[in-house]
């Protein structure tokens, strides 16, 4: 059975630290993996997608790493700012089953002055 | 370039009654996807249309159905409402150009059942 868990389930930080959130997948044949963000009362927007062949993937201040050996994807938050508090959820397609897409509980991020 | 258009943004509904919620996709997107999130389940998937067809469908009950229309534009109707019910309703839409391309959500429907 196809399975997304992420960890952990929520996360308080300090305004300016960093801050890693992590997903497992059992999904297979992998296909890609999103990470999306979604702010209280708002639709997922996606932050990166990453691909079997790709291990590290930036977008400003978010790097998300796969190994597709493990199964195991992270998202690292630099310098987190307040605005970065919200939800983050890992999605990972499957190639069958029309490209199903597969979805973690999410992980809530709070960052505090 | 449009994002993807949900209606109403927030409703109130009683037990018994039946809701339909409204979806408008991006334009040029054929597929849609309907997705319940509560508290603690997170994103759960509902169904998905491509062309006015189910393409894939979750594990919810057959009170849950919807369609889409030629345009694109897809609406979801939840019959003999429950408590449990009460969740925020996303739609998604997506290029079907590429199969594993980015969803784009709307801002949700909330609906409260009471």
């Known amino acids: 059975k196809n399975q997304v868990e992420q960890s952990p389930q929520s996360l308080i930080i300090l305004e300016g630290k960093n801050c890693t959130l992590q997903?497992?997948?059992?999904?297979?044949?992998?296909?890609?993996l999103r990470w999306y963000k979604q702010d209280t009362g708002r639709g997922p927007v996606s932050l990166t997608i990453?691909?079997?062949?790709?291990n590290t993937k930036s977008n400003g201040r978010y790097t998300a790493t796969l190994d597709a050996d493990t199964k195991q994807s992270s998202l690292h938050i630099t310098a987190s700012q307040l605005s970065d508090s919200a939800s983050y959820i890992c999605?990972?397609?499957?190639?069958?089953?029309?490209?199903?897409?597969?979805f973690g509980k999410g992980t809530s991020l709070l960052v505090t002055p | 370039k449009a994002g993807v258009t949900q209606t109403p943004r927030y409703l109130i509904k009683t037990r018994g009654q039946q809701v339909t919620l409204s979806c408008s996709p991006i334009?040029?997107?054929?597929?849609v996807s309907w997705y319940q999130q509560t508290p603690g389940q997170g994103l759960q998937f509902l169904f998905e249309?491509?062309?006015?067809?189910?393409?894939n469908k979750g594990n919810f009950p057959g009170r849950f159905s919807g369609r889409q229309f030629s345009n694109s534009r897809s609406e979801m109707n939840v019959s003999t409402l429950e408590l449990g019910d009460s969740a925020l309703y996303l739609c998604?839409?997506?290029?079907?150009?590429?199969?594993?391309?980015?969803?784009?959500f709307g801002e949700g429907s909330r609906l409260t059942v009471l």
């Open positions: 998604a839409s997506r290029s079907d150009r590429v199969p594993t391309g980015e969803l784009f």
């Open positions: 997903c497992n997948y059992t999904v297979s044949p992998f296909s890609n």
């Open positions: 990453m691909t079997f062949s790709e």
């Open positions: 999605v990972v397609s499957a190639m069958n089953s029309g490209y199903a897409l597969n």
């Open positions: 334009s040029g997107h054929r597929s």
């Open positions: 249309y491509f062309s006015e067809t189910q393409r």
